[in-house]
Every structure is written in C-alpha cells, then in structure tokens.
C-alpha cells in the first residue's frame, strides 16, 4: 500500500481566515490575545501528533513578525501576505528544514484580490467580498498586515455565492476586513 501524504490545515482569529483557509498550514491572527502564545500551542501539537510533519505559517502574524515565527521550533515555512495565495510554489520535497524559511512582501505590494469562501461540515458559509483596509489606527495591525482595501466583483460573489448554495448550504455569511468599503479598491483584478 502506498504511503499517501495528508494536509491539515488551522485557523486562528477571525472569520476571513477561516474564509481563506479552505503538510500542517496555520493560518495565523494578529488582532487576538496571545497570538505568538496560540500558535506555539498549535505547532506543539502538530509536532506531537507527527514529528515529521512540514509546518506553514501563513496569515496576518506571519505578515508581521515572519522572523519570529521561523524561530518556533518545528516550523520549516512562513509566507506573508500575497505569497500565502501560492503555497503550492513554495513547497518541494516536504522534509523539515532546521530553521522556518521566510517568504514575505512589502505590504504595499498586497494590492490584488483572491476570493475565497468556506465550505465543510457547516450549515453557513464564510464568504470573502472585501479585504484590507485604508484606515491607519494607532491601536490595529490589520493595514500592515493585510494591505490596502479591495473588493471583489460583484459577478464574482454571485457566482460563489450560486456555488455555495448548490451545495445545499443554507446560510451565506459575507466576510471582510471592513464590508463597509466593499466596492472600494480593486473590483476582481481590474481597477474601479
């Protein structure tokens, strides 16, 4: 029988990424308490449940603090935030490397927009629309970790929200980092 490689995937914080979080992958949270405190605890157990499992780090914390992450014991990828939408890019052969490699961007360069939604076991969706956000508070990092607003078509959330509801999912919520600006920023690719 063939040895088959399997992926999990964890998401810590907010409703985007679960949304975008559709091998160990830990899509990480900056805004939370004890963020670096949660996401040590979620390495811990990977490791614990297969010591030879290749850890990601990708999200809002690994935007900010890249070099601190790769430090954590048992974490062989950190990708900010437009390298996370191209994993597959940067995973080879899977075996653990002896210190987290660190692939991330300016956040200006953050300025496209990828649509995601998520689907499951649940009885509602999480459907991105929106992204990013212009308003620089003193006391938030989600501009410096997720970029500048941007919003999806609004083909496009109808056409996801159509593939969500064939699914016979009920409930659609829409998700982003300030819906208030939806429409703001780029439409899809294209910008409005």
């Known amino acids: 029988m063939e040895n088959k490689k399997k992926v999990a995937f964890y998401t810590l914080g907010c409703k985007l990424n679960f949304s975008e979080t559709s091998i160990y992958v830990i899509n990480t949270c900056s805004v939370t308490d004890n963020a670096d405190k949660q996401f040590k605890q979620i390495v811990k157990k990977a490791m614990k449940l297969n010591d030879k499992a290749f850890v990601a780090a990708v999200g809002c914390y690994a935007q900010l603090k890249p070099e601190e992450l790769a430090a ?13 939408f191209k994993i597959t890019d940067y995973i080879n052969d899977l075996s653990k490397n002896d210190m987290g490699e660190v692939h991330s961007c300016e956040i200006e360069e953050a300025d496209f927009y990828v649509g995601s939604y998520s689907i499951g076991d649940r009885t509602r969706a999480f459907l991105k629309v929106q992204d990013g956000c212009d308003y620089k508070c003193t006391y938030c990092t989600i501009p410096l970790a997720r970029g500048i607003s941007r919003s999806d078509a609004l ?5 996801n929200a159509s593939e969500i509801s064939n699914q016979g999912i009920k409930e659609i919520v829409l998700t982003g980092v300030n819906i208030g600006d939806y429409g703001k920023g780029e439409f899809g690719n294209k910008k409005h």
Do not use: I, P, W
């Open 155 to 159: 083909e496009n959330v109808l056409k």
């Open 72 to 84: 954590v014991d048992g974490v062989d990828l950190v990708l900010g935030a437009t390298e996370k």
